[in-house]
DNA sequence: GACGCCTATATTGTCGGACAATTCGACGAT
DNA sequence: ATCGTCGAATTGTCCGACAATATAGGCGTC
């Protein structure tokens, strides 16, 4: 080779190395010790001066380290006790992360839309093989407060729990995880396109009814495929309600 | 009815109203002007003195917030500089948090699985349609990393990757974003089938094959098809492994 | 002018200490 | 046992300080 400058790695040979600040080496080890399972839900947390006299350092550091660890949902306390307390990250928590990401990462409706079309089947075919008659019920309930909805937006939220119910009856929490952000984030193109086309709320309505029947007499098959067709009759709503399928979502819904 | 004390609420009647400590009320605030789009990636933020002062209130205050916002990955540093700028969480980032939330959830294996069989499916399908032959090559050159890898950890982390690009080819930004945790984390699982079962190996090579071969002539259902028996391999080889469905994954694999 | 070197300044990370407001925990009264 | 009461513990916030270091400006060289 009489070439040796070509260069063997690709992109920038070395990362900027970053900097343990004493803060992010004390939250890195209480995380370590919660993600090794030496530390349990529920357990409390030693006091901010017991931990600032354990890692020898002022009371402040340990506060911003703690600062972190709750911003990432594994210490947190209940009520309004002054105890932190490990905890996991809420499904709510999580699902409002993501979303976040999604959002400002600008995702567009069809990545959204295909997304669902990829989910949402199989889901509502898992929620077919587990679901309880409680369940269906409480399907049933959400499909009711759709049809009697008589605003746009309570019909939005209906239809918005009708999968979040779904993807609970399934079983499933990762596909609960995978819905929840991505309902979230259709339901503001939800309400335009119920805005503007009337029949869409009854095809709605059809299909989910169609599906909860399914789940009730446990047919799998039928609740997939019923979901299918739900999922295709989204997107129809949409280009019939004139609304770009590359529409990038916005983060108007993220006022947390 | 001789039973007035029957509630009508279900659960606890008051949620505990949070109180809204200052730095959590500045974190709010700075978030809100990120989310609303007042603030774009890449923007500095003013110094901890100037927040203070802007603020009224101390630097140590400040500090919190700020310790908060770089958690949620809204704001961070480039390089190791000091300033502060305005980010978006990274994809890394999201990944690596679902990931922490499913494992200390306890997800089980089948969760896991029920989730890459509805995505995987359909994210082949997407790349086949957009992938270039740019794309094509990459992948290409992924299989033949896991053909000539020698350690199982190798294997499995080609796999890995495999399933990542193939998110990325697919050009769909919510799949990405469900797929690479579930990757992960079914990760040693899949090494262990490897270690038990020697012909996964050759099995998970010629699928992978076939599939990219769908990708490259742009053939959408094949490409989809290939997958489903790919997934469904992935279950039938734990079943040979002997790896029990509920298995719990660990978190051993976020080690940071 | 472009480039490198050097110095002054600004900024961050951490520290020490302080204090009001709350919560916690024990203790006694009903 | 349940309910108030009261002191101690704990948190949230503040003040001020200082070393380390990134940033910006200035100066000389080509």
Redesign the pocket.
């Known amino acids: 080779m009489s070439e040796p400058s070509a260069p063997a790695y690709k992109g920038p040979l070395f990362e900027p190395l970053p900097?343990q600040?004493?803060?992010?080496?004390i939250s890195s080890a209480i995380e370590q010790k919660i993600l090794r399972r030496a530390l349990h839900p529920g357990d409390p947390?030693p006091?901010?001066?017991?931990l600032?006299e354990q890692f020898?350092?002022?009371?402040?550091?340990v506060?911003?380290a703690?600062r972190r660890l709750e911003s990432a949902g594994l210490v947190g306390r209940e009520?309004?006790?002054?105890?932190?307390r490990v905890t996991r990250p809420g499904h709510a928590d999580t699902v409002s992360r993501v979303g976040r990401a999604l959002a400002l990462d600008e995702v567009t409706f069809i990545e959204l839309w295909e997304a669902m079309r990829a989910v949402a089947p199989r889901t509502a075919a898992l929620a077919a093989e587990h679901g309880t008659p409680a369940d269906v019920s409480a399907l049933e309930e959400i499909v009711a407060g759709l049809e009697s909805a008589r605003a746009a937006d309570a019909a939005v939220t209906q239809v918005v729990e009708f999968f979040g119910k779904l993807a609970e009856l399934s079983g499933n929490r990762v596909l609960m995880l995978a819905m929840q952000p991505v309902t979230r984030l259709l339901a503001p193109s939800l309400r335009r396109m119920i805005d503007r086309v009337p029949q869409g709320r009854t095809r709605i309505l059809v299909a989910q009814r169609c599906i909860v029947e399914a789940i009730r007499t446990r047919k799998p098959d039928e609740a997939e495929t019923w979901m299918s067709r739900h999922v295709q009759d989204f997107r129809r709503g949409y280009e019939l309600a004139d609304i770009a399928l590359d529409t990038r979502v916005g983060t108007a819904t993220l006022a947390d």
Chains 1, 2 share one sequence.
């Open positions: 900097r600040t004493a803060a992010h080496r947390l006091t901010e001066t017991e600032a020898a350092v002022h009371r402040s550091t506060r911003e703690l009520g309004n006790s002054k105890k932190l």
